[in-house]
């Protein structure tokens, strides 16, 4: 810097824009302090960024200013929050598929390819036995080969005491109370599911699905009925299936299209000349004293 500083001064001097400096006396120059003592450091907060960042924008994150980088990694870790209380919610309900599985075998056989056919067979079990009791007890029995109750025997000739029947409509009612709970939290979930992927927000605040409130039940119906399982898709697909908003983006395509269009018409009647040879690289000295020469003239 002090090499600079000489030669800006000595073109100054040159073209008669200042006075020569004065010569110092040493002895009455006075060493100016330093800013900093030796032992003064000066803390600069080094924040992380968020691990969902690629490369490129892990790069940039340290040139934003603190208050954005604490903001981007408190919004990271309460999305990070959120998935894990769901992943825990999905873990919880592990054990359903663990049945289901160690009787994989035998209900395929039987038709059940899908965990949800086999609830919904014993959910329509139940059903018939609020409303026929008995001639549901004998379509069971013929199902699984057992020789059917006739219709004017009581139970206890029959052999199925009191206490088989108590037991019978005890698992029916735990199977009935259990299919609605997770009826109902199956319905909850994709209702949290679906709110938060509408509240997504870019690093400026401003929503990363614009039109997700017109398209908020084709997205539910979605995923409700099995026919996408993931909500990214399902938004996509609602898309076009709202009227207004399918029309809304065909308008912005054919717009983007045609701007697409006239800018590469522009470019191919652009005048094209020769490429100019690049500059030879100057020294510090002849570079202040070109631009010296260029501020007289």
């Known amino acids: 810097m002090s090499e600079l500083r000489e030669e800006i001064e000595r073109q100054f001097v040159a073209y008669g824009l200042i006075e020569p400096p004065a010569e110092i006396d040493a002895s009455t120059t006075k060493t100016p302090s330093a800013p900093f003592s030796k032992d003064e450091t000066i803390m600069v907060e080094n924040i992380e960024a968020p691990a969902s ?7 940039d994150f ?15 870790a309460k999305i990070n929050q959120s998935i894990d209380e769901y992943v825990n919610k999905l873990q919880s309900y592990a054990w359903v598929d663990r049945v289901f599985a160690e009787h994989k075998e035998r209900l395929h056989q039987q038709g059940f390819e899908k965990l949800e056919r086999w609830f919904e067979g014993l959910a329509a079990i139940d059903a018939c036995m609020q409303q026929k009791p008995a001639e549901t007890l004998n379509a069971i029995a ?29 698992l029916e009612r735990d199977y009935h109370d259990l299919r609605e709970h997770m009826q109902r939290e199956q319905y909850q979930r994709l209702v949290d599911l679906v709110t938060m992927f509408g509240n997504q927000t870019d690093a400026s605040g401003q929503p990363l699905h614009p039109y997700f409130n017109e398209v908020k039940q084709q997205v539910f119906n979605l995923l409700q009925t099995g026919t996408v399982n993931d909500v990214s898709e399902a938004y996509e697909q609602a898309l076009w299936l709202h009227p207004a908003v399918r029309e809304e983006l065909i308008k912005q395509k054919i717009s983007s299209a045609a701007v ?11 005048p094209k000349g020769k490429a100019e040879a690049p500059e030879k690289e100057l020294t510090l000295r002849e570079e202040i004293a070109k631009n010296m020469a260029a501020f007289m003239d």
């Open 53 to 59: 960042f690629d490369e490129k924008f892990a790069a």
């Open 62 to 76: 340290k040139n934003l200013p603190p208050e954005w980088q604490h903001f981007l990694r408190a919004h990271e």
């Open 142 to 170: 013929i199902c699984y080969g057992v020789k059917p109750v006739a219709k004017n025997t009581d139970a206890a000739s029959s052999g199925i005491t009191q206490e088989v029947i108590g037991r019978l409509c005890d």
């Open 260 to 270: 697409e269009a006239q800018k590469a018409k522009q470019a191919s009647f652009a």
